[in-house]
């Protein structure tokens, strides 16, 4: 985490609404936001809060009646809209248009701007998602993060069965620790370094790897010989729905491996909205390493 000072004395206490606080990057954010003073309340589905000290609204991000209630009194709201579908976002564009907040968004760097339709359904939501908060006079500070290194969680099952990663393969990217997004987020909804402009920001770890690339990580943290196994789309889709992934996000999946061009960009991005640079997926192998490792026979 950045040496940001807390909030101190008679300064305001900024009141932030954080939503998807239960996920992979949520948690960091909700981590470091609350590490440094501010209030934190957290929109989540079921109520098993997920810090203790943050406040928590139950409400699903499309039912406009819990959003409202999680609006009251906030000043900044970090926003993820993980539905494969903008549609079902408009009354809660709604409800942020009434309360007028600072809207930090979490976008995709895999967006082309050029493009009159993105690459694949995933990246079309986010661009669709920015189109909309802008369109609502919200002017969100809009945060582009590549592939989080955190989706390698996904890996834990195989990697502690065995010595195989195999799925879809995905094009190269300037994979990111969420650690960092989490870091540069509470930099945006906090403005600790200046209020930020708009952006978009694009989040980059520092070097461009392959899945494979990661998987290489992956061995030298946990000292095991690994390998990844690119699957084709068919067997890899037979085995995503045989794990119990819905079949609309498989199809996603299965899109944006067939369709997403490879990323050749890193920036400094995180530097300037965080305060330092973003670390490497080696790093976060090597912190992350215990959750993959073989299950004692
Ligand atoms: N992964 C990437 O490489 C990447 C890259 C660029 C942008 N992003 C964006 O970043 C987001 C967060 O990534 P992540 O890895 O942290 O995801 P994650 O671990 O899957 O977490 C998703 C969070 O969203 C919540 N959620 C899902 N559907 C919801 C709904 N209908 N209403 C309210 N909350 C809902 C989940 O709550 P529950 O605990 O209730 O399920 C969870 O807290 C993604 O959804 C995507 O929009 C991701």
Excluded: K
Excluded at 242 to 256: K, M, T
Aim: overall charge negative.
């Amino acid at each position: 985490m950045p040496d940001i000072p807390r909030s101190a004395g008679t300064r305001h206490r900024p009141s932030i609404l954080v939503t998807g606080a239960t996920g992979n990057l949520g948690r960091e954010v909700v981590d470091r936001l609350h590490a440094h003073g501010a209030r934190v309340r957290c929109l989540v589905r079921r109520r098993t809060g997920p810090h203790p000290g943050a406040e928590s609204v139950v409400g699903d991000l499309t039912d406009p009646t819990a959003v409202r209630a999680a609006l009251v009194g906030i000043d900044a709201v970090f926003l993820l809209w993980p539905l494969l579908a903008s549609a079902p976002a408009h009354d809660l564009v709604t409800e942020l248009s009434a309360a007028a907040p600072r809207v930090v968004y979490l976008s995709s760097t895999a967006i082309d701007d050029a493009a009159a339709r993105q690459s694949d359904p995933i990246v079309q939501v986010h661009a669709d998602m920015e189109a909309l908060l802008h369109e609502a006079g919200l002017r969100p500070v809009v945060l582009r993060s590549d592939t989080l290194a955190s989706n390698a969680r996904g890996w834990a099952a195989q990697l502690r069965a065995g010595d195989v990663v195999a799925g879809p393969d995905m094009a190269r990217t300037a994979v990111v620790d969420e650690r960092d997004v989490a870091d540069a987020a509470a930099g945006a909804l906090l403005a600790h370094h200046g209020h930020p402009d708009h952006g978009p920001y694009l989040l980059t770890g520092p070097e461009v790897l392959s899945r494979a690339d990661q998987v290489a990580s992956l061995s030298a943290a946990l000292g095991r010989r690994l390998r990844f196994e690119a699957l084709p789309a068919e067997l890899a889709r037979s085995r995503m729905l045989a794990d119990g992934r819905p079949p609309q996000l498989v199809e996603a999946l299965i899109a944006a491996s067939e369709r997403r061009p490879p990323s050749h960009r890193t920036t400094d991005h995180v530097e300037r909205l965080a305060g330092r640079p973003a670390g490497t997926f080696a790093r976060w192998a090597s912190d992350h390493a215990v959750e993959f490792e073989r299950a004692p026979d």
